[in-house]
């Protein structure tokens, strides 16, 4: 029981259930993870609102619903090798892991991934492992990858992740596109990737290179 409990089962009623999200397992990592842990501390009384909430260094945790769609169009059964490209506050790394085997997470900003680190730890979530660097590479050293979820929106289908996708139907989950963005799910049997088109979307823009914070 913690003292935002009520708001979370209101979120998962009226912002996600109610819009179509029906996994039950889905809804249940909803309920489960804490998302005020993940916002900054002046920020947690509105960590259950209908909308994203920045993060600091321009970016955002984004909006709860947005999440459970992207989760529940990755069709999780408990045992997939997930990457997320996007760490930002670990709240989807969050959802992600509560649902797989074990979930990599890149991000390029060092305070973000330094940050999202601890969050994790410190709650438990021990099957997610962050990892500084340039997304758009991917992780080739532990692909292949069930799973891959992009939270920051590349201008053009990402070449180097498409490769690093299980070959039997393994699934990547993308906002795409920099002005007007589509939310697609690619899914890969050898050669083949099937496009498949769910919402239109608002994302932070995937950007290249990881930059000096030392
Ligand atoms: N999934 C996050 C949402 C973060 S917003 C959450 O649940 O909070 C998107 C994140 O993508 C930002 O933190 C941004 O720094 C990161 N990002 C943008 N381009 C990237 C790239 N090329 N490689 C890795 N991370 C990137």
Redesign the pocket.
Same mark, same amino acid.
């Given at each position: 029981m913690d003292l935002y409990e009520s708001k979370r089962k209101q979120m998962v009623e009226y912002q996600i259930k109610a819009r179509g999200i029906s996994s039950e397992k889905v809804l249940e990592a909803m309920m489960k993870v804490k998302r005020h842990l993940?916002v900054p501390p002046e920020k947690a009384l509105y960590a259950y609102e209908d909308r994203p909430l920045a993060?600091g260094?321009e970016?955002?945790?984004?909006q709860p619903y947005i999440?459970a769609l992207m989760t529940e169009a990755a069709s999780l059964t408990g045992s997939e090798k997930v990457l997320?490209?996007?760490?930002?506050? @670990?709240?989807?790394?969050a959802v992600l892991s509560c649902l797989s085997g074990s979930v990599y997470s *890149?991000?390029?900003?060092k305070p973000?991934a330094v940050r999202a680190g601890n969050t994790l730890s410190g709650n438990g979530f021990m099957n997610c492992e962050i990892i500084l @660097?340039? @997304?758009?590479n991917g992780l080739p050293d532990q692909a292949p990858f069930d799973v891959i979820m992009l939270?920051?929106s590349p201008p053009a289908m990402p070449e180097k992740l498409l490769k690093q996708l299980n070959d039997d139907g393994g699934r990547m989950i993308l906002p795409l596109g920099t002005v007007s963005q589509t939310l697609i799910k690619v899914t890969r049997y050898r050669s083949r990737f099937i496009r498949e088109d769910l919402a239109g979307v608002i994302f *932070?823009p995937? *950007?290249?290179g990881v930059p000096d914070y030392t």
């Open positions: 993940f993060i260094h970016q955002t945790i984004s999440v997320e490209i996007g760490t930002g506050s @670990g709240y989807q790394c *890149v991000e390029r900003i973000l @660097g340039d @997304g758009y939270t920051a *932070v995937m *950007v290249p």
